[in-house]
């Protein structure tokens, strides 16, 4: 697509797919306020707005333009250069000569050994949280998932999707372990991406909310082995479901 901050690649066919394909991705970055280091404004500015990003909710690599993002970031092509680099660094995104700059987007195999590995950090977690945290910072976890009924509507799966994603950052946070949360924060971008695609597919939603109503239960009895086996569970099972539906990763 031309024309475009992001867009895929220019061959992907499909006038009208083109078109949209801003609305899909809900790509959107803020031109920045003036003051010091334009690297670091322009690096969060474009971290945040890849973070948030639908980017396996769609066919199609994903490509920067670097002039519009000077554009729309106003300010000039060195900090927004320097800043892309050390997104390329983070594994955010790769520049391909003659090709131009793309987000990463992972294979299959690589989002099952991401998840696999997410599963084993984020039981622990939950096994620390029952350890460390206060009954305030357990009800508020349980808060982010009560809200919503046991078989959400459809209206509310993207609502739910995003109280999915928070849950799961904040029970790594709640584990007061800063380690799982660095390593578990290189995934994220990933990892909420392909959470919030699959939520929309198959029933996922139906079964995700009832296994966090479980996680809960065990969370709020302070059992960490129960609590540590449903999380590690519940995210395995998301590999499980990406193994079984996830072909257009490959």
Known sequence: MTGGVFGPDARRPGKD???DV???????????????SFKAKAYTALRQAITQMDIYGHDGEIRLDERQLCEALGVSRTPVREA??????????????????????KTKAEIIEMITVCAALEGMAARLVVERADDDEIARLADLIRTFPTHPVDSQVVE????????HQRLVQASGCALIGEI??????????????????????????????????????????????????HTLGLARYVEDHC???D
């Open 17 to 19: 797919e083109g078109q």
């Open 22 to 36: 801003m609305e899909r991705l809900n790509f959107a970055v803020k031109r920045l306020d003036q003051g010091t």
């Open 84 to 105: 892309m680099a050390l997104l390329e660094q983070e594994g955010f995104i790769r520049s391909q000569p003659r090709r131009g700059i793309f987000v990463v987007r």
């Open 160 to 167: 739910y999707s995003d109280a999915n994603v928070s849950f």
């Open 184 to 233: 578990t924060e290189r995934f994220f971008i990933h990892m909420r991406a392909i959470r919030r695609v699959t939520m929309r597919t198959g029933g996922r939603a139906d079964r995700s909310i009832v296994e966090h109503h479980e996680i809960i239960e065990a969370l709020e009895k302070r059992d960490a082995d129960l609590a540590e086996r449903r999380v590690r569970e």
């Open 247 to 249: 072909d257009f990763l």
